[in-house]
């Protein structure tokens, strides 16, 4: 399968010809969830090319990637009993035993011969999430043998290294962090409650960078009131799941401020120490533009644990680094 760039979506593919993937608005089983997926016919390729439903997003998901299509379903490779088992369709996961059947390994393959690998795998990764991995790879020679890489002349099977969420935060004095409802996660001026708000500018709105110690993969986060982010104990609703998450100072540091940063794809999950996420809710009032830990146990809501950090300010010495490196190449320069 032959994948191509959309010019403006950098992380939109299709199949090239002969045909591309076509996700289909037929159900498969007419009582059962799961659209039909095939392949787009040659006739008018051309015209077809502009029609969503043969454009994929590639999401990164650790070492694998998740395919979405039209209408924001999943490509999914079905399992269990016939007529199920080996068909794919294109559908959203619902229930926790498929939430892998989303989920896939790239492979690249036949290389052309005319090309070195560093080009095909530059022209692959350009609309690829994890193109930063496969470039910044050390490829040596074709005969070479490197730890994370094998390649035969006509086929290449790459294991990628898997890129800590710490490495965002590592130079970083203080952040913000955005939602998947594109808001910020903001300390309310009663210095306790925490929301999501859409004005990023705001002070209220920067999260202050602590690494903590003898730990390598776990941080703090403090507001511009100088308390930390929290993961309280308390309901959020009666007979709810979720518990609310607050701005406090507690006399002695313990778990309840402290959040492991997981990568996925260019997105972070904070998770707590006792397994639950930090989670930016949508919906209806009271859930609207609250904040809560939980795990999402709904597709719907599965995006809801994501963030997107924004570096706003950077610790002294990274930026003395960069201004040393600027200097080097200036000189180099001249």
């Known amino acids: 399968m032959m994948i191509k760039e959309i010019s403006d979506k950098a992380e939109t593919a299709h199949q090239e010809k002969p045909g591309g993937l076509l996700s289909l608005s037929k159900p498969k089983t007419a009582t059962l969830y799961g659209l039909k997926v095939a392949p787009a016919s040659t006739s008018n390729f051309a015209r077809k090319m502009k029609d969503l439903r043969i454009e994929w997003e590639v999401i990164r998901d650790g070492f694998q990637v998740k395919l979405r299509g039209f209408g924001g379903k999943y490509l999914r490779a079905n399992g269990g ?15 926790g035993s498929t ?174 120490r006792y397994g639950q996420f930090l989670r930016g809710n949508g919906g209806l009032p009271p859930w609207r533009n609250s904040v809560t830990h939980d795990i999402p146990h709904r597709s719907k809501t599965q995006d809801w644990v994501l963030w997107d950090v924004h570096v706003v300010e950077v610790l002294a010495h990274s930026t003395a680094e960069t201004a040393a490196a600027m200097a080097e190449t200036t000189v180099v320069g001249w």
Not at 251 to 257: F, G, V
Request: proline residues 6%; charged residues 25%.
């Open 99 to 272: 939430l892998n059947w989303i989920l896939w390994n790239v492979e690249p393959i036949d290389v052309p011969e005319n090309e070195s690998l560093t080009d095909y795998l530059t022209m692959v990764s350009s609309f690829s999430s994890v193109s930063d991995e496969l470039l910044s790879l050390d490829l040596g020679s074709p005969i070479s043998v490197h730890s994370s890489f094998s390649f035969s002349p006509r086929s290449a099977k790459i294991s990628l290294p898997k890129r800590s969420a710490m490495e965002l935060f590592h130079k970083a004095k203080a952040v913000r962090l955005q939602s998947h409802h594109e808001k910020y996660l903001t300390a309310e001026e009663d210095e306790e409650s925490v929301t999501q708000d859409r004005n990023g500018g705001s002070k209220h709105a920067k999260w202050t960078v602590e690494f903590v110690e003898k730990t390598e993969n776990v941080i703090r986060l403090k507001s511009c009131y100088g308390k930390y982010l929290t993961a309280s104990n308390q309901p959020f609703l009666l007979g709810m799941t979720g518990r609310k998450v607050l701005q406090t100072l507690p006399n002695r540091l313990d778990s309840s401020i402290e959040w492991e940063p997981i990568r996925e794809g260019h997105q972070v999950k904070l998770r707590t």
């Open 81 to 95: 009993m016939p007529p199920w088992r080996n068909k794919v369709t294109h559908d959203n996961p619902y229930s």
